[in-house]
């Protein structure tokens, strides 16, 4: 997995797991209208992308930390399995960042568990490309 920073796409995670939610973020009313029945109506879908895998290098999970205190959103790269040739892109928001040190091993770079609010969907285009 990378992230775009400043000019390039830069790695920071070699990804273990990662899985996808889809939640469909819905209003209900009851009324004389409806009969005094709920309906239900669908208003958005919420995208999350959830990660596990291990820190590049001792830098990267910091770097990821920076990320998420700018509360901006970032663009990520990644491929759906080993052996992928194709890489998707996808701009999201670092909701939820954590990380397990071997504290046993000097230099050791760790795992990381990471959860991103996507925003929009998955393109094969890259969104940071000059045309």
């Known amino acids: 997995m990378a992230v775009y920073k400043e000019t390039a796409y830069v790695p920071i995670a070699c990804i273990t797991s990662r899985s996808e939610g889809n939640t469909t973020n819905t209003s209900e009313k009851t009324n004389v209208c409806t009969?005094?029945?709920t309906v239900t109506k669908a208003n958005s879908i919420t995208r999350t992308v959830s990660l596990a895998g291990e820190i590049v290098d001792e830098n990267s999970?910091?770097?990821l930390k920076e990320m998420q205190s700018t509360l901006q959103e970032q663009v990520f790269r990644v491929y759906k399995g080993a052996g992928e040739t194709n890489?998707?892109?996808?701009k999201g928001i670092i909701?939820?960042?954590s990380a397990d040190f071997d504290a046993t091993?000097?230099?050791?770079t760790g795992t990381f568990t990471m959860d991103i609010a996507v925003n929009g969907d998955y393109t094969e285009d890259?969104?940071?490309a000059t045309p």
């Not at 890489?87 to 996808?90: Q, T, V």
């Not at 091993?105 to 050791?108: H, K, L, N, Y």
């Open 35 to 37: 009969q005094g029945k």
């Open 61 to 63: 999970y910091y770097d």
């Open 87 to 90: 890489p998707l892109y996808f």
């Open 95 to 97: 909701t939820d960042l």
């Open 105 to 108: 091993e000097e230099g050791a």
């Open 126 to 128: 890259d969104p940071m």
